[in-house]
């Protein structure tokens, strides 16, 4: 089966730890995208990559790094340096031809102890 | 700047239809989504547009006016299933990225 998953579904952070949400994609898709979502607000553009080894900050990367290793993988890590975490995670790839949707996955609920 | 208008929540009643607007404001407009998002899941994809007019599927249509900047969804034979926030995105040309309304929370009653 073709998807997008991502791990774990419920994560929670101590202050000061950093932590690292797993976005996996066999849709053979570039690019790839992580989003936030807060109650009442729409999604935030945290980062994205086009290509594998290539990545650009969104609207709201503070506190936020990622990687591209691999064209299937693209992991977010949420720093000690981003004072507001708790938030819906949610991580989405887009397909090569027209129109080019965003598919997302389950995503990660992230929650401050 | 980018910006989005929907209305924060509507309620409909099951087997009827309802329309959600959402307007918007964008330099250079290249595509307008529509997602379906359950509460605690993921948007999925609903429609398209990019060209004035009419997408329909099954159900749902989807309308844009690019001259008003304006889009609506249409949902026909509401079911109890519909009741999910519905998120209006619009593409801008040269970008890869969409820019994402708050979202309509529908909710259906029988």
């Known amino acids: 089966d073709g998807g997008i998953t991502q791990s774990p579904k419920y994560l929670f952070r101590k202050e000061g730890q950093n932590v690292t949400l797993s976005c996996e994609q066999n849709?053979?898709?570039?690019?790839m995208y992580w989003y936030r979502q807060d109650p009442g607000q729409g999604l935030r553009l945290i980062y994205y990559?086009?290509?594998?080894?290539?990545?650009q900050k969104g609207d709201i990367a503070e506190g936020y790094s990622v990687s591209r290793e691999k064209k299937e993988s693209f992991p977010l890590t949420v720093t000690s340096a981003q004072k507001n975490p708790t938030a819906f995670y949610l991580c989405?790839?887009?397909?090569?031809?027209?129109?080019?949707?965003?598919?997302f996955g389950p995503g990660t609920r992230l929650l401050v102890l | 700047g980018q910006n989005i208008d929907q209305p924060t929540e509507m309620t409909a009643t099951e087997g009827a239809i309802v329309q959600i607007n959402c307007t918007y404001q964008?330099?250079?407009?290249?595509?307008l989504f529509w997602y379906q998002q359950h509460a605690g899941e993921a948007p999925t994809f609903l429609s398209y547009?990019?060209?004035?007019g009419l997408e329909e599927k099954g159900r749902f249509s989807s309308f844009l006016s690019r001259s008003k900047g304006y889009s609506y969804l249409l949902l026909k034979e509401l079911q109890m299933k519909d009741s999910a926030s519905y998120l209006c995105?619009?593409?801008?040309?040269?970008?890869?990225?969409?820019?994402f309304g708050t979202g309509t929370r529908l909710t259906v009653i029988p």
């Open positions: 989405a790839s887009r397909e090569g031809g027209p129109p080019e949707t965003q598919y």
């Open positions: 849709l053979n898709h570039d690019a």
């Open positions: 990559s086009q290509i594998v080894n290539d990545f």
């Open positions: 964008t330099s250079g407009f290249n595509g």
């Open positions: 547009n990019v060209l004035d």
């Open positions: 995105a619009v593409r801008q040309t040269g970008a890869n990225n969409l820019f």
